[in-house]
């Protein structure tokens, strides 16, 4: 359950986030693109499983107004699957625990739910892109499983984007993680 203001930290304690408020949302991505930054930042000496048997990638969205990174900045390196690619990931190259990701132009930064002790994560509200699976039928039906984007995920973000009043501050990512 989350509280008004929470403190969360790669896995060596380096990097230090404060996240203020309610999340916009909770969700499981299922997109291709998740799955395949999954494979790729798992590679990675000592990173933790990302995605889990389902494919999913489990994300805690924020507001970035509500962010706050503590310390550790400088230990944080942007990754894209491609050099034109709308989404960067962003890990914390002390120890490669993946932190968040974030769309060019996005309001809001999604949070790897690995940065919560198991008992504290936000519980999923619904998966999202499930039609890129192969077969989305296996996927259990205990939170609504979205073929692609919802209305009600889209007016979630605009939503926020209202409350925010329309801002939408940057996060500077100083280096590139090469893998």
Same mark, same amino acid.
């Not at 359950?1 to 230090?16: E, W, Y």
């Not at 990302?50 to 990754?79: H, M, N, Y």
């Not at 979630?156 to 939408?168: C, Q």
């Given at each position: 359950?989350?509280?008004?203001?929470?403190?969360?930290? =790669?896995?060596?304690?380096?990097?230090?986030?404060?996240?203020?408020?309610?999340?916009?949302? &909770?969700?499981?991505?299922?997109?291709?693109?998740?799955?395949?930054?999954?494979?790729?930042?798992?590679?990675?000496?000592?990173?933790?499983?990302?995605?889990?048997?389902?494919?999913?990638?489990?994300?805690?969205?924020?507001?970035?107004?509500?962010?706050?990174?503590?310390?550790?900045?400088?230990?944080?390196?942007?990754?894209?699957? &491609?050099?034109?690619?709308?989404?960067?990931?962003?890990?914390?190259? =002390?120890?490669?625990?993946?932190?968040?990701?974030?769309?060019?132009?996005?309001?809001?930064?999604?949070?790897?739910?690995?940065?919560?002790?198991?008992?504290?994560?936000?519980?999923?509200?619904?998966?999202?892109?499930?039609?890129?699976?192969?077969?989305?039928?296996?996927?259990?039906?205990?939170?609504?499983?979205?073929?692609?984007? &919802?209305?009600?995920?889209?007016?979630?973000?605009?939503?926020?984007?209202?409350?925010?009043?329309?801002?939408?501050?940057?996060?500077?990512?100083?280096?590139?993680?090469?893998?």
């Amino acid at each position: 359950m989350m509280t008004d203001s929470q403190t969360l930290a =790669c896995a060596c304690g380096q990097v230090k986030m404060r996240l203020a408020g309610p999340p916009v949302a &909770s969700v499981e991505c299922l997109c291709t693109s998740c799955r395949a930054a999954a494979q790729i930042l798992q590679t990675l000496p000592g990173s933790p499983l990302i995605v889990d048997d389902k494919g999913a990638t489990a994300l805690v969205i924020q507001r970035k107004d509500r962010v706050e990174i503590v310390s550790g900045a400088q230990s944080l390196r942007q990754f894209r699957l &491609s050099p034109g690619a709308p989404t960067r990931r962003v890990v914390a190259s =002390c120890c490669n625990t993946p932190v968040f990701l974030e769309f060019t132009g996005g309001h809001w930064l999604s949070f790897y739910t690995g940065l919560w002790p198991e008992r504290a994560r936000p519980p999923v509200e619904m998966r999202t892109m499930t039609g890129d699976l192969e077969d989305p039928s296996v996927l259990p039906d205990d939170v609504p499983n979205l073929k692609r984007h &919802s209305l009600r995920f889209y007016a979630l973000l605009l939503g926020a984007w209202i409350r925010m009043r329309f801002r939408n501050p940057k996060f500077s990512v100083e280096g590139e993680l090469n893998v």
